[in-house]
């Protein structure tokens, strides 16, 4: 950032903390509501100001200010203001069964083949499992999955459900490990191409 931008962003932000945050009292900047201040040349200027979500009708009149305010400062010829309210983490219905009931997901993945995808997620799988944290590894690669080899599991069953339309899991070191392997003799992968 140059040095006249520099200048221009500095007094943008004190004519900001003159607009008072209708809940706390202090200057929008001071309170962080403003995010995201840029200046850029030929005097354009942006912004946002979060709100809180069930107070965000007090914040339109005050997003109006702020870009008026803007405006009369030396050197801004354009303002976007722009007003958010993201609602405080409300908890969502989990669904009795699935995936519904998962709190977190972490993908491990690679367009390359032999990297220790597989390693890598069944030592992070393991390592929760250790701290005591409900854990499950499901190894999606069709192609030549191989995190049964990793795990070496306490249960190999190869026999379905009794629906025949679900996996049963395989529980090695209190992690659940359901993989497409199980169900198909090494070292052939599962899915082979035409």
Do not use: H, W
Not at 17 to 38: N, Q, S, Y
Not at 52 to 73: C, F, G, K, M, N
Not at 109 to 132: H, I, P, Q, R
């Amino acid at each position: 950032m140059n040095n006249q931008l520099a200048d221009l962003t500095a007094r943008v932000k004190a004519r900001l903390d003159t607009i008072k945050d209708p809940i706390g009292g202090k200057g929008l900047f001071t309170a962080g509501r403003v995010t995201g201040l840029e200046a850029r040349e030929g005097g354009k200027l942006s912004f946002t100001i979060e709100a809180p979500a069930d107070v965000a009708d007090l914040y339109v009149p005050v997003r109006d200010r702020a870009e008026d305010t803007v405006r009369s400062v030396e050197g801004v010829k354009r303002v976007t203001a722009v007003l958010t309210a993201e609602a405080a983490g409300k908890p969502q219905a989990k669904s009795a069964a699935g995936v519904g009931r998962v709190k977190q997901i972490i993908a491990v993945a690679s367009a390359k083949g032999g990297v220790g995808k597989s390693t890598v997620a069944v030592n992070l799988a393991c390592a929760f499992a250790s701290l005591g944290m409900k854990t499950g590894l499901l190894d999606l690669d069709v192609y030549g999955p191989s995190a049964p080899t990793c795990d070496r599991p306490a249960t190999t069953s190869t026999a379905l459900i009794a629906n025949a339309s679900l996996l049963p899991p395989s529980v090695p070191r209190s992690c659940a490990t359901p993989s497409a392997r199980r169900y198909a003799s090494a070292p052939d992968p599962v899915a082979k191409s035409a």
